[in-house]
C-alpha cells in the first residue's frame, strides 16, 4: 500500500468547538494511521504561535500553519512567507483608520493593540487567549514588527469596500462570517502549503486526504482528490466534497478514516 498523507484542519474538524477538546477517537485514529506508515499533518488557518496546544496533544509529521503561510516539522520551521515590514505598518494604520480592529498572527506570537476594542467581537477573542505568554500588547505599534497573516473583525461602520481595496494588490481576503475576515498574502493558501509538503516528501496528490469544514478549507477541498466533509460545515466546500462525515462530536475523524481504509 502506497503511504498517504492526511491534513486536518483544527477547529471545527478536530476540535470541537462545542466542547473545546480533540476526541480519544481522533488522536487514536491519527495515531494508528501514522504507525501504519502514514503521514499525518495539521492544516490550520492558525499561526505557529497558536497552535502550542494541539501540538502537544496530536501525534502528527509537521504543521502547515497560518493559511499556507508557514510549515514547521519536528519543531524547525522549514518553510515561511512573511509580509514585508513596511507593509504591515501600513496595514496596520490602514485597518484602524477604515474602522476594524484585528490581530496580527506570526510564528512567535500574536499581537493586539493595547486599547480594548469598541468591537465586541474582537473583545471576546481578547478575553479568550488573555494571559497566554504568545500574546503581546506591546508590540502593535513597533514599525518593524513582522507577522505572517492577520485577522479583522468589521461593524456598521467599517469601510469595507475602501480597506479591502487598499490590501488587494498583494492580500487575499477570505470572509468567514459574522464580520469577521482573515487576510493572507496572496498566492498562499491551505492547498499551496499541501502541494509543497507533497513535493518534499515525494507523494503523489492522489495519496492526499484533506479533512474540513469551513470556507478557509475552500482552497484545500478545490485542490485535493479526496475530500472528507466534517457532518457540521459550510455549504461552499459541499461541491467539492468526496465523503461526507459524521461531526466531531460524533466521532466523526475515526469514523471516516476506518471507513476510507486510512487506519
Request: hydrophobic share 40%; charged share 30%; aromatic share 12%.
Amino acid at each position: 500500500m502506497k503511504r498517504k498523507a492526511l491534513f486536518f484542519d483544527v477547529d471545527g474538524t478536530l476540535l470541537s468547538e462545542i466542547t473545546h477538546k480533540i476526541p480519544g477517537s481522533a488522536l487514536e485514529a491519527l495515531a494508528a494511521s501514522r504507525r501504519a506508515g502514514n503521514l499525518v499533518f495539521i492544516n490550520s488557518g492558525r499561526t505557529y504561535s497558536f497552535l502550542n496546544d494541539i501540538e502537544a496533544m496530536v501525534e502528527c509529521d509537521g504543521l502547515l500553519c497560518g493559511c499556507g503561510t508557514c510549515v514547521v516539522e519536528q519543531g524547525t520551521v522549514i518553510f515561511q512567507k512573511r509580509i514585508e515590514r513596511e507593509r504591515g505598518w501600513q496595514i496596520r494604520k490602514a485597518m484602524v483608520g477604515y474602522g476594524f480592529d484585528g490581530i496580527l498572527e506570526s510564528t512567535e506570537r500574536l499581537v493586539v493593540r493595547k486599547e480594548r476594542s469598541w468591537i465586541t467581537a474582537m473583545n471576546r477573542l481578547r478575553d479568550r487567549i488573555a494571559g497566554q505568554n504568545f500574546l503581546s500588547e506591546e508590540l502593535w505599534e513597533e514599525e518593524n514588527l513582522e507577522f505572517d497573516k492577520f485577522c479583522v473583525f468589521a461593524d456598521k461602520n467599517s469601510d469595507r469596500e475602501g480597506f479591502f481595496r487598499f490590501l488587494s494588490p498583494d492580500i487575499e481576503v477570505i470572509d468567514r462570517g459574522n464580520d469577521f475576515y482573515e487576510c493572507v498574502p496572496a498566492g498562499f493558501t491551505k492547498a499551496t502549503a499541501i502541494a509543497w509538503v507533497l513535493k518534499h516528501h515525494g507523494i503523489e496528490k492522489t495519496n492526499a486526504y484533506v479533512f474540513g469544514d469551513s470556507s478557509n478549507d475552500l482552497t484545500m477541498f478545490e485542490y485535493a482528490e479526496n475530500a472528507v466533509l466534517m457532518g457540521r460545515h459550510d455549504k461552499v466546500l459541499e461541491p467539492y466534497a468526496t465523503f461526507v462525515t459524521k461531526s466531531v462530536e460524533e466521532d466523526g475523524i475515526a469514523w471516516a478514516m476506518q471507513e476510507l481504509g486510512l487506519v
